[in-house]
């Protein structure tokens, strides 16, 4: 019993990086979606020049930071490690990439600045895949067996989710390859275009707001079973 305690009492520093880590994440997401979104549909970034130019970088740098701060916790345990790795790699793409939302929207003819936001898009959707991965790997760790049976569903359905992305984008990409496709592709091409709204509330906006939700959770779970029972 002591032994147990002693343990529980070494792991309160990376737990609260963890809690800390997990609240970045949780409003960092959000916070990127529309930074995004704002940077490609209107000129704020260069109303508000230079600080416009820099909240991409700063919103996914929330992203990737979130993410640092989970290393400490757990660090001989390898598939978390791993996981966490591939996310973390994932968060500094997108990093890289970010400053390109600015460059196109002040150049939009230059293919090269375009080719840079679709590769950020992509990065961010496997970015999500990786870091529902990370939480149920986290809360596999975690004394919760409610967050973990929540965590490991979610986190599955929302790789799910996210995996049609890439499929739906290689299918643009390579339909124009065809030489006289199928109606049925050029049905569903059309259907994509045409349903674009809600498809991106289905597979963007759904698994967005699942993995905010796993981490709020994955949060509070930690305040209530470590920090608050030691009160």
Partial sequence: MEESKIHSVDLLPSL???VRGSSIL???LPTTLIVTVMSTMSNWTDAAYPMGMLLPSVAFGMLWYGLRLFVVFQP??????NALFQAKLWGLTNLGLSPFLHWHHRAPDEIYFGIAVWLLAIAFVFYLMALNKVLARLSAMLPDETLRVESQLFSKMNRSLLSVIPMGVAFMLLLPLINNPPVFMLGILEFILAWRPLLFIAFVLIPLSMSMSLLWKTKESINASVFNSNR
């Fill in 16 to 18: 609260a990086k963890v």
């Fill in 26 to 28: 949780f409003w960092g």
């Fill in 76 to 81: 001989q345990e390898r598939i978390w490690q």
